[in-house]
């Protein structure tokens, strides 16, 4: 393949999944000696320091992630419009330190140990979450009763087609079709001339 292809499709033409790969950052020093990996993909929640730019030396947790843009958008990290509305700004994944990881999936987490996460069971969720969750707005809608629907009737009046007669059917029709291909061709001028002579 041309290398103008293969750059191609690793920069403009990139699919999101490509994309997503490119969003990594590199991990703290203390990080990397407890992980063994230099770099991780970055996801919502977990809390980074920038190193370069207007905002270097500021820490926050990531708020929004921008596949399309290569970039993330950090807590306090914001700008001011000129009507007074304040808006993110989004900052290069590469020019931003991993301090802490959001350890919530459990893929991830199991990735990071360097085991298999299909293999590992996943840890039970705390108690707390669970309840906190019955009690949320959607669970707690009050059931209607539901009116019974009367069930259609279905009529039984027509038998139904055996295979054989079905067969039968088919059978005319194809021979219906082949006397219609029997039918004389047409003949062109010439032809017509030769058959009068």
Known sequence: MKPTKVRNYQIYR???ATRSKQLGSPLSKDLQKKYGKRSMRVILGDTVKVMRGEYRGVDGKISKVSIADNSVAIEGVKKEKSKGEKFDVLIRSTN?????LNLDDHWRKTKLEGKKPKTTPKEAKPESLKEAKLESPKEAKLE????????????KDEPK??????????S???VKSNTKSKTKPKLNQNQLKRKKE
Do not use: F, R
Request: glycine share 0%.
């Open 14 to 16: 990139a699919t999101m």
């Open 172 to 174: 005319k029709k194809s």
């Open 161 to 170: 087609e055996t295979p054989k007669e079905e067969t039968k059917k088919i």
């Open 144 to 155: 209607l009763p539901k009116k019974d629907k009367p069930k259609k009737e279905v009529k």
């Open 96 to 100: 931003v330190v991993i301090t802490n």
